[in-house]
């Protein structure tokens, strides 16, 4: 792939990377992949409540696991992906690796032996290799597609991922309806072998940033501690991060009271207050969408910063509005944050992967990853803490004002400045 299209060109507007095969075939796979990485997310703990009877907590755990191996595992997983130096292999045997441990669940159940402590290594064991392909992933598409195109490639591949978001539990709850729960995963894994397959259809050749000298010489804590170092010094990454972690964690701060707030204070139902998310949420293929044009009009460090400053306005929406317009607010609130959300994720991969070298792209998408999953559980516990302690619509205001400073590293580093990626 010649990756010579110029950024904002004409490629990018007529939508030049569905014409190479080889991005074609990447996306396609990505796609496949993060449908079954969502599928599974539903399929798990339906079997766990429907064929093994689990109880709550072990449901729970379940959730748990899924989340927990990329907390442990996300940084010496781009540490070996980089080590290890061509990204393609190693997504290709993380989606055969998922496949197999999810086709251990009709066999196990078929043999009368599926158990929750089954339920509970397979969900490990496919977080953990999903962290493998995802990093791997984020280090392959700038070889893939040249850097003038990062922003086009990115914008696609966040499109595909939004609709396998929506498109996965619909699939996993209309085939375990129809096949049954422990027999729903034989399509999620086989979505992973399709994956695969995809993946092994690219041609572009690779440069294995594994021969690189002295690699036996490094230990992995060396190697992961050089990705560190680069995503701390490095002023653009530095404040990617840091935006990310602060708008992630006040996001979930407010989203955490948000729901009780809107169904035991306000009386709204739940399936209403589901609507208005599922509606608003449509901003995410609004900004997936534009995001190429969106970023062209105004630069990529103003897209960058516009885009974060949706997020405090958004959540203002349901801060402030009266019981009888908070649903609408809901919905409103949905369609900024995911539009923002959309447009911002673009332009902070796009840029992240300008200003990496290659061989510490997988290091350094692992530590942002890391950063970014972490803010959810600390989130999570600062806004139960709040709401039990200041109550609930003062936690969703501290919250709101939380997201309001997400764009502060970025108005300390000036990236408005920065009008387009730099080499």
Request: hydrophobic fraction near 55%; aromatic fraction near 6%; glycine fraction near 12%.
């Amino acid at each position: 792939m010649s990756g010579a299209a110029p950024a904002g060109g004409k490629a990018n507007m007529l939508g030049g990377l569905w014409h190479e095969a080889d991005f074609r075939w990447l996306w396609s796979a990505d796609l496949v992949s993060k449908v079954g990485d969502a599928t599974t997310v539903l399929v798990l703990p339906l079997i766990a409540i429907v064929v093994l009877g689990s109880s709550p907590i072990e449901v729970g755990l379940i959730g748990a696991a899924q989340l927990a191996p990329a907390i442990l595992f996300g940084l010496p997983a781009g540490a070996l992906v980089d080590r290890l130096g061509r990204r393609r292999p190693v997504m290709i045997a993380a989606d055969l690796g998922r496949a197999i441990s999810l086709g251990s669940i009709p066999g196990a159940y078929l043999l009368g032996v599926l158990s929750i402590g089954q339920l509970y290594l397979v969900a490990a064991v496919n977080a953990t290799l999903a962290s493998f392909f995802d990093v791997a992933s984020s280090a392959l598409v700038p070889g893939l597609v040249g850097r003038a195109n990062l922003v086009e490639a990115n914008a696609k591949l966040a499109l595909g991922r939004s609709a396998a978001e929506v498109s996965g539990p619909a699939i996993g709850g209309s085939l375990i309806g129809l096949v049954g729960a422990p027999f729903a995963v034989v399509f999620d894994a086989a979505s992973f072998v399709a994956s695969a397959t995809g993946l092994s259809r690219v041609r572009h050749p690779e440069v294995d940033q594994g021969a690189m000298p002295s690699p036996a010489r490094r230990s992995l804590r060396m190697d992961v501690a050089a990705g560190v170092r680069y995503v701390i010094d490095q002023p653009y990454v530095r404040a990617v991060v840091a935006t990310a972690f602060i708008a992630n964690l006040s996001r979930t701060v407010a989203l955490t009271v948000l729901l009780i707030y809107a169904v035991r204070t306000i009386g709204l139902s739940a399936a209403a207050v589901g609507i208005a998310f599922a509606i608003g949420n449509l901003g995410f293929f609004a900004g997936a969408l534009t995001a190429t044009r969106f970023t062209r009009r105004l630069t990529i460090g103003r897209a960058m910063i516009v885009s974060v400053l949706c997020f405090g306005p958004g959540m203002t929406l349901v801060a402030l509005a009266p019981a009888a317009l908070l649903l609408p607010a809901i919905g409103g609130m949905a369609f900024l944050n995911t539009f923002g959300v959309a447009t911002h994720g673009v332009n902070q991969i796009s840029l992240r992967q300008s200003v990496t070298p290659p061989e510490l792209l997988a290091r350094v998408s692992a530590v942002t990853r890391l950063v970014i999953t972490g803010a959810l559980p600390a989130g999570a516990t600062i806004g139960g803490v709040l709401g039990s302690v200041v109550g609930l619509h003062a936690a969703l205001l501290v919250g709101t004002l939380g997201l309001y400073l997400a764009a502060a590293p970025y108005l300390l580093s000036r990236i408005d400045r920065l009008r387009s990626l730099p080499e």
